[in-house]
Protein backbone atom coordinates (compact mmCIF):
# COMPACT_ATOMS: atom_id res chain seq x y z
CA UNK A 1 0.00 0.00 0.00
CA UNK A 2 1.52 3.45 -0.87
CA UNK A 3 1.98 5.98 1.57
CA UNK A 4 4.02 6.82 4.54
CA UNK A 5 4.64 4.81 7.76
CA UNK A 6 5.82 5.52 11.06
CA UNK A 7 7.28 3.51 13.55
CA UNK A 8 7.29 3.22 16.67
CA UNK A 9 3.24 3.77 16.87
CA UNK A 10 3.88 5.86 20.36
CA UNK A 11 7.00 5.21 22.78
CA UNK A 12 7.60 6.20 26.18
CA UNK A 13 11.14 7.22 26.73
CA UNK A 14 13.28 8.13 29.69
CA UNK A 15 14.85 11.81 30.10
CA UNK A 16 18.28 11.94 28.87
CA UNK A 17 17.92 8.61 26.58
CA UNK A 18 18.22 8.23 23.13
CA UNK A 19 15.73 7.65 20.51
CA UNK A 20 14.65 7.40 16.87
CA UNK A 21 11.63 7.56 14.91
CA UNK A 22 11.50 5.90 11.72
CA UNK A 23 9.58 7.28 8.37
CA UNK A 24 9.23 5.04 5.28
CA UNK A 25 7.83 6.63 2.26
CA UNK A 26 7.29 4.18 -1.05
CA UNK A 27 6.19 7.11 -3.12
CA UNK A 28 9.64 8.03 -4.47
CA UNK A 29 8.94 11.56 -3.15
CA UNK A 30 12.03 14.03 -3.03
CA UNK A 31 10.83 15.88 -0.70
CA UNK A 32 10.11 14.90 3.26
CA UNK A 33 9.56 16.62 6.43
CA UNK A 34 9.29 16.04 10.67
CA UNK A 35 6.63 18.22 12.46
CA UNK A 36 5.59 18.02 16.18
CA UNK A 37 1.92 18.25 17.04
CA UNK A 38 1.46 20.03 20.60
CA UNK A 39 -2.14 20.50 21.52
CA UNK A 40 -2.55 24.06 21.03
CA UNK A 41 0.46 24.79 18.73
CA UNK A 42 -0.41 23.17 15.86
CA UNK A 43 2.21 21.35 13.86
CA UNK A 44 5.73 22.93 13.72
CA UNK A 45 8.20 22.31 11.68
CA UNK A 46 11.39 20.27 12.76
CA UNK A 47 13.69 19.62 10.00
CA UNK A 48 12.84 18.80 6.59
CA UNK A 49 15.11 17.65 3.04
CA UNK A 50 14.33 18.55 -0.35
CA UNK A 51 16.18 15.56 -1.69
CA UNK A 52 18.16 12.42 -0.80
CA UNK A 53 21.41 13.92 0.61
CA UNK A 54 20.22 16.99 1.94
CA UNK A 55 18.24 18.20 5.09
CA UNK A 56 17.59 21.94 6.29
CA UNK A 57 16.32 22.99 9.58
CA UNK A 58 12.86 24.47 10.14
CA UNK A 59 10.90 26.12 12.93
CA UNK A 60 11.74 23.78 16.28
CA UNK A 61 15.24 22.30 15.18
CA UNK A 62 17.12 22.28 18.62
CA UNK A 63 17.79 18.79 20.12
CA UNK A 64 16.81 16.83 17.12
CA UNK A 65 18.53 15.67 13.90
CA UNK A 66 18.08 13.88 11.21
CA UNK A 67 19.37 11.96 8.24
CA UNK A 68 18.56 11.17 4.56
CA UNK A 69 20.76 8.57 2.77
CA UNK A 70 17.80 7.72 0.32
CA UNK A 71 14.79 8.52 -0.90
CA UNK A 72 12.14 6.02 1.17
CA UNK A 73 13.71 7.14 4.53
CA UNK A 74 14.11 10.15 6.69
CA UNK A 75 14.87 9.12 10.03
CA UNK A 76 14.41 11.86 13.39
CA UNK A 77 16.82 11.12 16.08
CA UNK A 78 16.52 12.73 19.73
CA UNK A 79 19.59 12.05 20.80
CA UNK A 80 19.43 13.19 24.76
CA UNK A 81 15.65 13.19 24.83
CA UNK A 82 14.22 15.55 27.65
CA UNK A 83 10.06 15.81 28.96
CA UNK A 84 9.26 19.24 26.51
CA UNK A 85 9.99 16.90 23.80
CA UNK A 86 6.85 14.94 24.61
CA UNK A 87 4.54 15.16 21.37
CA UNK A 88 2.82 14.00 18.46
CA UNK A 89 6.05 13.65 15.69
CA UNK A 90 4.35 13.47 12.12
CA UNK A 91 6.87 12.98 8.98
CA UNK A 92 5.41 13.86 5.95
CA UNK A 93 6.88 14.20 2.18
CA UNK A 94 5.69 16.34 -0.74
CA UNK A 95 5.69 14.72 -4.67
CA UNK A 96 7.71 17.40 -6.36
CA UNK A 97 8.55 21.52 -6.60
CA UNK A 98 5.34 22.13 -8.39
CA UNK A 99 2.88 21.12 -5.67
CA UNK A 100 2.53 22.20 -2.49
CA UNK A 101 0.49 18.80 -1.45
CA UNK A 102 2.31 17.01 1.59
CA UNK A 103 1.11 13.63 2.46
CA UNK A 104 1.55 13.05 6.34
CA UNK A 105 2.00 10.11 8.28
CA UNK A 106 0.09 8.43 11.23
CA UNK A 107 2.42 10.19 13.71
CA UNK A 108 4.27 8.67 16.78
CA UNK A 109 2.80 9.71 20.34
CA UNK A 110 6.31 10.11 22.20
CA UNK A 111 6.16 10.80 25.77
CA UNK A 112 9.14 11.77 27.95
CA UNK A 113 9.49 11.01 31.43
CA UNK B 1 6.66 33.17 6.57
CA UNK B 2 3.31 34.42 5.83
CA UNK B 3 1.09 34.39 9.39
CA UNK B 4 -2.57 33.04 9.67
CA UNK B 5 -5.76 33.78 11.27
CA UNK B 6 -8.55 31.56 12.07
CA UNK B 7 -11.31 30.99 14.60
CA UNK B 8 -10.59 28.60 16.89
CA UNK B 9 -13.77 26.68 16.56
CA UNK B 10 -16.92 26.56 14.88
CA UNK B 11 -20.51 24.46 15.13
CA UNK B 12 -22.53 23.08 12.44
CA UNK B 13 -25.56 20.95 12.48
CA UNK B 14 -25.47 18.44 9.50
CA UNK B 15 -26.20 19.17 6.13
CA UNK B 16 -25.74 22.84 6.21
CA UNK B 17 -23.36 24.77 4.08
CA UNK B 18 -20.08 25.61 6.11
CA UNK B 19 -17.41 28.45 5.82
CA UNK B 20 -14.14 28.62 7.38
CA UNK B 21 -12.46 32.17 6.73
CA UNK B 22 -8.83 32.32 7.21
CA UNK B 23 -7.02 35.22 7.52
CA UNK B 24 -3.32 36.26 5.91
CA UNK B 25 -2.42 39.91 5.41
CA UNK B 26 0.83 39.64 4.43
CA UNK B 27 0.48 36.98 1.74
CA UNK B 28 3.59 37.09 -1.34
CA UNK B 29 3.14 36.96 -4.31
CA UNK B 30 4.20 33.19 -4.75
CA UNK B 31 2.36 32.31 -2.06
CA UNK B 32 -0.28 29.69 -2.59
CA UNK B 33 -2.90 29.00 0.16
CA UNK B 34 -3.62 25.44 0.71
CA UNK B 35 -6.18 23.81 3.11
CA UNK B 36 -5.68 20.27 5.66
CA UNK B 37 -8.07 18.11 7.46
CA UNK B 38 -6.78 16.81 10.35
CA UNK B 39 -9.14 13.82 12.14
CA UNK B 40 -8.23 12.96 15.88
CA UNK B 41 -4.66 10.69 15.80
CA UNK B 42 -4.33 10.91 12.14
CA UNK B 43 -1.95 13.50 10.24
CA UNK B 44 -3.47 15.79 8.20
CA UNK B 45 -5.03 15.27 5.16
CA UNK B 46 -4.80 17.55 1.83
CA UNK B 47 -8.46 19.16 0.65
CA UNK B 48 -8.05 22.03 -1.56
CA UNK B 49 -5.19 24.49 -2.79
CA UNK B 50 -5.76 27.67 -4.84
CA UNK B 51 -4.00 31.07 -5.92
CA UNK B 52 -6.83 32.94 -6.53
CA UNK B 53 -10.90 33.70 -7.25
CA UNK B 54 -12.21 30.22 -7.06
CA UNK B 55 -11.35 26.12 -6.88
CA UNK B 56 -13.47 23.59 -6.58
CA UNK B 57 -13.00 19.75 -6.29
CA UNK B 58 -15.15 16.92 -5.07
CA UNK B 59 -14.78 17.75 -1.54
CA UNK B 60 -14.56 21.66 -0.87
CA UNK B 61 -14.73 24.84 -2.95
CA UNK B 62 -12.16 27.53 -1.86
CA UNK B 63 -12.49 31.24 -2.27
CA UNK B 64 -10.23 33.72 -2.65
CA UNK B 65 -10.77 37.45 -3.20
CA UNK B 66 -8.84 39.48 -5.50
CA UNK B 67 -6.15 40.74 -2.90
CA UNK B 68 -5.49 37.40 -1.66
CA UNK B 69 -5.58 38.69 1.81
CA UNK B 70 -7.79 35.70 2.99
CA UNK B 71 -9.82 33.07 2.04
CA UNK B 72 -12.91 31.04 2.75
CA UNK B 73 -12.98 27.08 2.51
CA UNK B 74 -16.59 25.74 1.86
CA UNK B 75 -18.10 22.76 2.63
CA UNK B 76 -20.85 21.32 1.28
CA UNK B 77 -23.68 19.87 3.32
CA UNK B 78 -21.37 19.01 6.09
CA UNK B 79 -21.63 15.42 7.54
CA UNK B 80 -20.79 14.10 11.37
CA UNK B 81 -17.48 12.48 10.01
CA UNK B 82 -16.88 16.31 8.57
CA UNK B 83 -15.88 17.09 12.00
CA UNK B 84 -12.35 17.77 12.31
CA UNK B 85 -9.63 20.22 12.62
CA UNK B 86 -8.54 22.38 9.50
CA UNK B 87 -5.83 24.46 8.51
CA UNK B 88 -5.16 26.61 6.51
CA UNK B 89 -1.80 26.93 5.07
CA UNK B 90 -0.32 30.21 2.90
CA UNK B 91 3.01 29.27 1.43
CA UNK B 92 5.26 28.54 -1.25
CA UNK B 93 8.06 26.19 -2.76
CA UNK B 94 10.37 28.82 -3.78
CA UNK B 95 14.47 27.31 -3.76
CA UNK B 96 13.02 23.96 -3.04
CA UNK B 97 12.01 24.22 0.80
CA UNK B 98 8.25 24.55 1.35
CA UNK B 99 8.06 27.61 3.42
CA UNK B 100 5.10 26.86 4.93
CA UNK B 101 3.33 27.55 8.23
CA UNK B 102 0.99 25.28 10.02
CA UNK B 103 -1.34 27.25 12.64
CA UNK B 104 -3.74 25.90 15.74
CA UNK B 105 -6.58 24.99 13.09
CA UNK B 106 -10.22 25.48 13.55
CA UNK B 107 -12.18 22.48 15.21
CA UNK B 108 -15.23 22.19 13.65
CA UNK B 109 -17.82 20.07 15.19
CA UNK B 110 -20.70 19.03 13.33
CA UNK B 111 -24.20 18.41 15.24
CA UNK B 112 -26.58 15.96 14.08
Known amino acids: IAGITQAPTSQILAAGRRMTLRCTQD?????MYWYRQDLGLGLRLIHY???????GKGEVPDGYSVSRANTDDFPLTLASAVPSQTSVYFC????????????FGPGTRLTVL | LAKTTQPISMDSYEGQEVNITCSHN???????ITWYQQFPSQGPRFIIQ???TKVTNEVASLFIPADRKSSTLSLPRVSLSDTAVYYC?????????????FGTGTKLQVIP
Open chain 1, 92 to 103: ASRAGVLTDTQY
Open chain 1, 27 to 31: MRHNA
Open chain 1, 49 to 55: SNTAGTT
Open chain 2, 26 to 32: NIATNDY
Open chain 2, 50 to 52: GYK
Open chain 2, 89 to 101: LVGNHSGGYQKVT
